[in-house]
């Protein structure tokens, strides 16, 4: 009777081995050989999960390494980052960056500067709207301004430095208003908490939001982009410009490598980023998250960002 | 109603649809079997495997995964002591005194019975009411998420009765393990003394696995080498008796296992502590809880999967998701080019309500496959300890590495394996610890957006009736008894006299 106990034990063992086999791997000959892991500073479900996930597929579609996805979520994206940076010098780990890279270095003590590590593709933009719950009284952005000066506006924001808080402090001091924050840790929690109606305002990416848009559940009152968007779902939401509030701020999203690679493992990444923007599985991310499929390499993506947090700092006075 | 029925069984019950339903359960059943691995990982590592699939099928089998673990991580529990999933914990309680009685049988078999009730019950809610229950967990913010965290812990502490202070003790050392790592809304580390490792914190998977795989078997090798347990057929297989006994459990532990699982956050782990901790106040059996009662196994057992079937509500309903692993499930749609939200239900109707009749079958499956393996595994105990030990540490170090690839995890695995056993033979208990450890940073996470709604004064607090009524229920768990004991003590002496 023993016989088949113990072969259920053998045949678990077994897969517990193949699983803690699976992962981890030589880089002995090639530039990039093995299993690769795509790090996401965020836990699964939100914008920067969805966007490490397309770019984990696509790029195990034209490398056919078996890439897999791990969120290491924490610190508003700071546990993700400072984890990469041990990993410097190994080539088969990524990380799919936002403007987090910029802003938790600007406003944090870290111990990782946006030129810690290997910059490989920005794969486009993507900007915030401001949204409300459908019953609020508020029908353009100005009439939120205008309640934020006389009173108080409860405003949500997915982390400590993430791209709606940045979005938000650029709004206060162009306009002189102050919002009161509530710290949420997903794009999908601060959807619930304005459905829920426990903020007022909430400040995402159209990408996160166009399912409650086209609902009628929330209603967006305007657009923190340089222009009007071309997508249909959004295209009638005004900008921010024109509602008198002097701010467009672009999030990037891309992915990035740890510092320290060689020349030919960092070129290895750059042609296989550069394979995937060819693809379908590349034009279906960006439009089905609203994007803007502003694409840069390697040295243009590194001068982005620091043209960016440039500008980051000027914008938050420091 | 009828028309979306009959619309989903002809989604749901193409032979091709079934084929991978019953993959995904198997895959789910074997997935939350192992230490380590979760649902939520298991849900992640097989996705890309689904993408040759049609999104139906593929999205199908990935749901069986996140049911069919619920269903898996009791057997571990019961039989060695050793939970696969953090919301089979409180099952250990019980489960393993019915097998150490030679009861492994039935205590699977009731598992399996309840989770089925339990999945049934909360489907047929989901079916037919998920759009006003999702609105209705919106009400639910930080406030009212405060206060069920704080229920959800005393509820726990007071597990013990008498021992108030003990089970109080371990949900605090649970609460500070969970301080280390970044605290929620800020970036400022604590506790972690330089170490990435413990950026984010202390993973609870290898402190789960360290406290209960390790420390039982440090004790029991301290204790010396029992007698394997060698129980006869008969007692192997359930009785009518034991079902009957156990359905009020089942029931009650659906009923809070749904409204839990649908308000954000708390989910299955919450639930079944809750559900165990409300059955051994109102169970006829409650005497005998904690020595292996079969109800102490239904009700847990029940209210952990009404909630992992509850938190489809939010995620299907709203496009919110209601957990982790339905966060990953959301992510799988936006992957296969379907946009989640409210809307979901109207534009993809083929879709919905075929995932939703397959969740029907994959539970008839998973109770087919489960009742008659109940008596098989359970045989597994016939091995004897000197064998079956290797096996527990071999996995359990192996279910650690595998989490993370890490070999800090396994070193964690060895730290609180001893710490388990010191517990062990300080007979302090150890399921609160875990549940301090698992709500810790929602508690937090919910402290500090109660506190930043109020400006500052969590005084807010009391402009939430349903927070009230919450707190005000945990004041009375805490009280009640003292009073009930107080109140006996003064009327017995007179009764004597008369």
């Excluded at chain 2, 945990?474 to 002496?493: E, F, G, H």
């Amino acid at each position: 009777m023993t016989s088949r106990p113990t072969t259920i034990a053998a045949a678990a063992v077994a897969a517990l081995a193949l699983a803690a086999c699976s992962s981890g791997g030589g880089t002995a000959d090639g530039p990039v050989t093995g299993n690769v892991t795509m790090v996401v500073p965020f836990s699964a479900g939100g914008g920067s999960d969805a966007s490490g996930r397309a770019i984990a597929s696509g790029l195990e579609g034209v490398t056919g390494l078996t890439i897999t996805t791990e969120n290491r979520e924490g610190g508003s994206g700071a546990v993700g980052y400072s984890y990469f940076l041990g990993e410097e010098g190994n080539p088969n780990v990524l990380l799919a960056a936002e403007t987090s890279l910029i802003s938790i270095p600007l406003s944090q003590d870290v111990e990782f500067a946006s030129t810690s590590f290997t910059p490989i593709m920005k794969l486009g933009d993507d900007y915030t709207l401001l949204v409300v719950p459908a019953d609020s009284p508020y029908e353009t952005c100005t009439d939120v301004i205008d309640a934020a000066a006389d009173g108080r506006v409860v405003a949500a924001v997915s982390g400590a430095v993430s791209l709606d808080e940045v979005v938000f402090s650029l709004v206060e001091e162009d306009q002189d208003v102050e919002f009161d924050r509530v710290p949420f840790e997903s794009g999908a929690e601060v959807i619930a908490g304005v459905l829920g109606g426990q903020v007022d305002i909430a400040s995402l990416n159209p990408g996160e939001v166009v399912g409650q848009l086209e609902s009628g559940d929330m209603r967006a009152l305007c657009s923190f982009s340089e222009e009007r968007y071309e997508y249909e779902a959004i295209a009638d939401v005004p900008t921010a410009v024109e509602q008198g509030i002097d701010v467009a701020f672009a999030q990037f999203r891309g992915f990035i490598a740890p510092g320290g690679l060689t020349e030919e493992q960092t070129q290895f990444w750059i042609d296989a980023a550069e394979e995937f923007a060819e693809t379908d599985a590349y034009d279906e991310y960006i439009e089905a998250n609203l994007m803007q499929p502003n694409v840069l390499y390697g040295d243009e993506f590194a001068e982005y960002v620091a043209g960016n947090e440039a500008d980051l700092a000027t914008a938050l006075g420091q | 109603m009828l028309d979306n029925l009959i619309l989903g069984f002809s989604q749901a019950l193409t032979p091709e649809n079934l084929l991978w339903c019953l993959i995904g359960v198997v895959a789910g059943t074997v997935i939350g079997l192992l230490p380590g691995l979760g649902a939520t990982t298991g849900v992640a590592v097989l996705l890309p495997l689904t993408f040759a699939l049609e999104p139906i099928t593929a999205l199908i089998m990935l749901a069986g995964i996140y049911y069919g673990a619920q269903y898996g991580g009791t057997i571990t529990s019961v039989l060695i002591s050793t939970p696969g999933e953090a919301s089979s914990v409180v099952t250990t309680l019980d489960g393993y005194q019915m097998a150490r009685k030679g009861r492994a049988g039935p205590a699977l078999a009731i598992s399996a019975i309840g989770s089925f009730i339990a999945a049934i019950i909360s489907l047929a809610l989901l079916v037919t009411l998920a759009p006003p229950l999702a609105e209705l967990a919106l009400g639910f913010g930080p406030i009212e998420q405060l206060a069920i965290m704080l229920l959800g812990l005393v509820i726990v502490v007071t597990f013990q009765g008498g021992a108030l202070v003990r089970g109080a003790m371990m949900a605090g050392v649970g609460l500070l393990i969970s301080t280390v790592g970044v605290a929620s809304g800020f970036t400022t580390a604590r506790f972690t003394f330089g170490s990435v490792d413990l950026l984010s914190g202390i993973p609870f998977v290898e402190v789960m696995i360290g406290l209960f795989a390790l420390g039982e078997v440090l004790h029991q090798i301290r204790v010396g080498a029992a007698a394997p347990i060698r129980a006869r057929f008969k007692d192997m297989v359930i009785r009518r008796k034991d079902i009957t006994d156990s359905m009020p459990a089942i029931l009650r532990g659906s009923g809070i296992g749904f409204v839990l699982g649908i308000l954000p956050g708390a989910g299955s782990t919450l639930a079944s502590f809750m559900s165990y901790g409300i059955e051994k106040r109102v169970s006829k059996n409650r005497a005998n809880f904690g020595k292996g009662a079969i109800e102490g196994v239904a009700s847990p057992e029940s209210a952990n999967n009404a909630a992992a079937n509850a938190n489809f509500v939010p995620t299907l309903a709203l496009g919110i998701p209601g957990g982790a692993t339905t966060a990953v499930l959301l992510g799988a749609f936006t992957i296969f080019g379907l946009q989640p939200g409210p809307l979901l239900f109207e534009t993809q109707p083929a879709l919905v309500w075929g995932l939703l009749v397959s969740f029907f079958i994959g539970n008839v499956l998973l109770l087919v496959l489960n009742l008659p393996l109940a008596p098989v595994f359970a045989q597994m105990l016939r091995i004897p300890y000197a064998y079956l030990y290797p096996i527990i540490l071999l996995t359990s170090v192996v279910g650690a590495f595998a989490v993370s690839n890490n070999l800090f995890s396994v070193w964690l695995v060895v730290l609180f394996g001893i710490l388990g056993w010191i517990l062990k033979e300080l007979d302090l208990p150890i399921a609160p610890l875990v549940l301090g450890l698992v709500l810790g940073p929602l508690l937090e996470k919910a402290l500090v957006q109660t506190s930043a709604l109020g400006q500052g004064n969590l005084g807010v607090v009391v402009t939430s009736p349903t927070a009230i009524v919450v707190l005000l229920g945990a004041v009375v768990l805490v009280v009640l008894p003292k009073v009930v004991v107080a109140i006996r003590s003064r009327r017995t002496p007179a009764e004597v006299g008369r």
